[in-house]
């Protein structure tokens, strides 16, 4: 069953406990009156909905991708800090410098939006606004006030750190083990062909001193020769298939090369960086494999092809899905299993006479 809430949602969603300060503050000590009181909790609620909008869409998805140095989505940000300072201004008449009490969720956005040097500049740029604001109300008796949102930047500024380097730790790891994986496979391909050469140098030698005194049997060795090739061929092939693992971004360009030298036009939406390192690996198998189907079979025109984090889509106009899964698909299919996504082939729109092919690799949300 698909699961509704992610681990995002529970990150961000478990700090709106302290939104109850707020609440507390207009239910004790607001003298704006009914109409305004109930305003500010209206206020209060479409805050903490557009606080964790935000997140999910936005600032735990990007976050392996800004660690990796891919450009943020400062548009989303800047939306939600309107919105979200939109919703600061309705409270102001019962909360007063209160109000700052909602300014950490503000700094939270951006500097999980931005990477880590201009998330500490925005953190100190929002507690300069947030005693900026409480100066305005309070003048230098701010006292009271100043150590609440202070404290809560502070503790922001700690998670952040220890969040990036979490992630770079998590990068680092990653890098490491594929490492590992391709010494173990070039060892493997070096003990393999040390040992199939031999053996067919042997065998080549043996045929050759026979051919003459005993034509039969060095037929005989020359068909032991040929499947002894065959096979040590597919072993190879098994093992240089694990080790050629594509990269996105070249793979990217090498089906718009490709599909454009077959005169399809090509669109693409999206960017590889924004997908998380850890998927492009799969993504680039399914961007491959996309592209050679629709170039062998779809006999298409055009071809769209989007990026997204948790998503990648290969569509055309062609003639649809005509036959079953050959072994290219049936592969790519038991690899996106393994990695815990789904793949789905199916027509781009079913009601045309052409209905083009559709395929999907998602990972559940």
Known sequence: MKRILRYEDLYAGVWLVFLLLPVLFVALYSDAGVWWDVAAYLAIAAFSVIYIAVFRCMIARDMPSIVAGARPNLGLASIGTVLLLGCVALTLPSLGPNATAMMPFLAAVWMWALPMGLAMFAAVAWWCVSMGFIWLYLGTDMAS???GPTMALLFICFFRFFNERA??????????????????????????????????SLKAQVARRLLRADPDRAEAELEELLQLTQRSLEEVRGVVGRMSTPDLTSQLAAAREVLEAAEIHVEVRGASERVPASRRALFAWALREGTTNVVRHAQ????????????LEVADDGRGIC???????????????????????????????????????????
Do not use: K
């Open 145 to 147: 006030v100043w150590i």
């Open 167 to 200: 992630a770079r730790e998590e990068s680092l790891a990653t890098e490491l083990a594929t490492a590992r994986e391709r010494e173990e496979i070039a060892r493997d391909v070096h003990d393999l062909l040390g040992h199939s050469l031999t053996a067919v």
């Open 300 to 311: 298409a025109a055009n071809v769209m092809i989007a990026l997204e984090p948790d998503r």
């Open 323 to 365: 036959a079953e899964e050959g072994h290219g698909l049936t592969g790519l299919r038991r690899r996106i299993e393994d990695a815990g996504a789904t793949l789905r082939l199916r027509p781009a729109n079913a009601a045309l006479e052409r209905p083009g092919t559709q395929l999907i690799v998602e990972y559940e949300s």
